[in-house]
């Protein structure tokens, strides 16, 4: 049986506050228990100012909730982000406040592996390049000479639930698939089709490389300027997990020396990705995107319902799936 919402039962409604923008399927879910507050956008200084009449947050990758936010949400007892990474989440500082973080583990799984597939055909055809040609009235077929993924070997970092449908999809492509994940079995990564090994050799053996695993302290900037000139000139890389897994300038340097082939980007060490970065003067070589690996209608409705379910729950005195 549902437990009554509080209404119903003559207390307060609580007040939840969404500061980046979600499905409104997640935000009917939460109007049955709570007082809901769409207001996205707001600079740091103004959430620590409201923060304090909130019971509980709702964010995607927008919202940064620092030390001082949290410190500043007295009454906060849940932060729910519609997404997989908690990184943009002072995890710590919220343990410590007693404020439990949730997240959607698997709402944006498929969104984000079809996104790095896209974006890995869309390199391989210079697609986006083409398009504005023809757009802009030109008919120029030889400038757009592309190469085929058949056959060619993809490395995929992080063999996760987005990295596994990546290693399917890539597959049924007529891929080979190296993988290095450290908390990852030799027998999964076989029956995913993978080779498991070192990070170093599947560096230097990936025709494309696509990383799929957490931003920690570990993988901060592990993809550098030394492990980028150890990949063949002809390869390329996807980066649609985390800004800052790869060093961005290091990343332009090796396009512009034609040390690599080629990188397609969703995720930034800063967002929005700032307006002089030299990743956005590299042309055909590199694709941009801002950010949109979960950015499917799908995704966002399960990653909206998946996370406001948890936040009416706690919101009712029920148990919390944490973080
Ligand atoms: P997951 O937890 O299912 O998989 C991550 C994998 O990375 C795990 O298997 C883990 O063992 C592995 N890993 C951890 N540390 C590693 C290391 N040092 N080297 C190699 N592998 C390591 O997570 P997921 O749902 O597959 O998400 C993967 C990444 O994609 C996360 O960073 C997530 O935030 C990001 N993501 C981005 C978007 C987007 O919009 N671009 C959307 C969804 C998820
Ligand atoms: C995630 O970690 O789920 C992604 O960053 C998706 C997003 O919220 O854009």
């Not at 906060?76 to 343990?95: E, F």
């Not at 050799?201 to 799929?212: A, C, F, K, M, P």
Request: glycine share 8%; aromatic share 4%.
């Amino acid at each position: 049986m549902n437990p009554l919402p509080l209404q119903f039962i003559g207390l307060t409604m609580p007040k939840v506050l969404v500061s980046d923008p979600i499905d409104q399927v997640g935000l009917d879910i939460l109007s049955q228990v709570a007082q809901v507050d769409v207001k996205t956008g707001l600079p740091a200084e103004e959430l620590v100012k409201i923060i304090p009449e909130y019971d509980a947050l709702m964010i995607r990758s927008g919202t940064r909730v620092t030390k001082e936010i949290i410190e500043a949400g007295t009454h906060l007892k849940i932060i729910g982000r519609a997404g997989v990474g908690v990184d943009n989440v002072d995890v710590p500082a919220a343990t410590r406040q007693g404020i439990v973080v949730v997240n959607s583990p698997q709402g944006n799984t498929i969104a984000a592996a079809e996104h790095a597939i896209a974006m890995m055909l869309a390199l391989s055809r210079h697609i986006p390049e083409a398009n504005v040609s023809v757009k802009n009235g030109q008919w120029n077929r030889k400038q757009f000479i592309g190469v085929e993924v058949y056959k060619k070997t993809l490395g995929i970092v992080g063999l996760g639930k987005i990295g596994s449908h990546v290693a399917a999809a890539a597959k049924a492509m007529g891929m080979k698939l190296l993988a290095y994940d450290p908390f990852i079995s030799q027998d999964r990564a076989e029956q995913l089709g993978c080779r498991l090994v070192d990070l170093d050799l599947l560096i230097r053996e990936s025709d494309y490389i696509s990383l799929h695993m957490p931003k920690t302290e570990e993988t901060y900037h592990l993809i550098n300027a030394e492990a980028l000139a150890q990949m063949k000139p002809t390869a390329r890389i996807i980066n649609c997990a985390r800004g800052g897994i790869v060093d961005e300038v290091a990343l332009a340097e090796a396009l512009k020396s034609d040390q690599i082939a080629g990188a397609a980007v969703d995720v930034y060490e800063n967002e929005p990705l700032e307006e002089n970065s030299p990743l956005r003067e590299l042309g055909q070589k590199v694709i941009l995107t801002p950010h949109l690996g979960a950015s499917t209608e799908e995704a966002q409705v399960n990653v909206a319902i998946d996370v406001a379910e948890q936040i009416r729950d706690v919101l009712l005195g029920l148990p919390a799936r944490s973080a």
